[in-house]
């Protein structure tokens, strides 16, 4: 049972460089989520997909930031013109949700650690 | 907005000794809550969760959930230098569409003597 992988694990980019990262699920999951995480804090939410449909985004997100997943698989986080303030731990995680009555699990994947310099 | 406070710590405990962390939260009509272990430069590992009132046991952990108080808490029993780690409490959000997604707090540090 492979678990959600993330590709890169980590990023050093220059600032105002476009980055993109790769979230790959647990196969029969339908919910995709991404987090940032930066140090001594706890992962803060981004966005998230339910199947192909990306169903909201923090309004902390600014306009730089994208994210699709295509057919419902494989998701993509995309920064552009990246800032400083960008540094941090991206965390995909994602879940197989059978409706909003009762909790279900949800797991994290290794994380890609950006750092724009 | 939801709030989760959690106390950063760092918390010490000795090995063989019960750690106890907490986590307290500012919506009363959240009803479910995750608790997840991160070792350092790690992701989160899910641990448990917990949307009753009352007690759920895994293993060595234990989810309290009081509601009315609007307080979880996680104890480890038996601990070891393994389990010396971030300890993140995690509100389970439930509303509308935007059910599943969590609101987690800044997490408490345990550290396990020997």
């Known amino acids: 049972d492979t678990g959600v992988s993330q590709d890169p694990r980590h990023k050093i980019t220059k600032r105002g460089q476009n980055v993109t990262f790769r979230c790959d699920p647990i196969?029969?999951?339908?919910?995709l989520y991404w987090y940032r995480q930066t140090l001594g804090q706890g992962p803060e939410f981004l966005t998230y997909f339910q199947n192909e449909a990306q169903l909201e985004k923090s309004r902390l997100l600014s306009d730089r930031f994208s994210a699709e997943r295509p057919k419902g698989s494989f998701s993509t986080l995309e920064i552009q013109r990246t800032e400083q303030g960008d540094s941090a731990m991206y965390l995909c995680?994602?879940?197989?949700?059978?409706?909003?009555?009762?909790?279900?699990?949800?797991?994290f994947g290794p994380g890609t650690r950006l750092t724009v310099t | 907005q939801k709030e989760v406070e959690q106390n950063s710590g760092p918390l010490s405990v000795p090995e063989g000794a019960i750690a106890s962390l907490n986590c307290t939260y500012s919506d009363r009509g959240s009803q479910s809550f995750f608790w997840y272990r991160q070792y350092s430069g790690k992701s989160p590992e899910l641990i448990m969760f917990?949307?009753?009132?009352g007690d759920k046991e895994d293993g060595r952990f234990t989810a309290q959930l009081n509601k009315a108080s609007q307080y979880v808490s996680l104890l480890i029993r038996d601990s070891q230098p393994s389990d010396s780690a971030t300890y993140l409490c995690?509100?389970?959000?439930?509303?509308?569409?935007?059910?599943?997604?969590?609101?987690f707090g800044q997490g408490t540090i345990l550290t396990v003597h020997p």
């Open positions: 917990i949307y009753s009132n």
């Open positions: 995690a509100v389970w959000e439930a509303g509308g569409t935007s059910y599943g997604k969590l609101t």
């Open positions: 196969s029969e999951h339908n919910r």
């Open positions: 995680a994602s879940s197989l949700s059978r409706g909003p009555a009762l909790p279900y699990e949800q797991y």
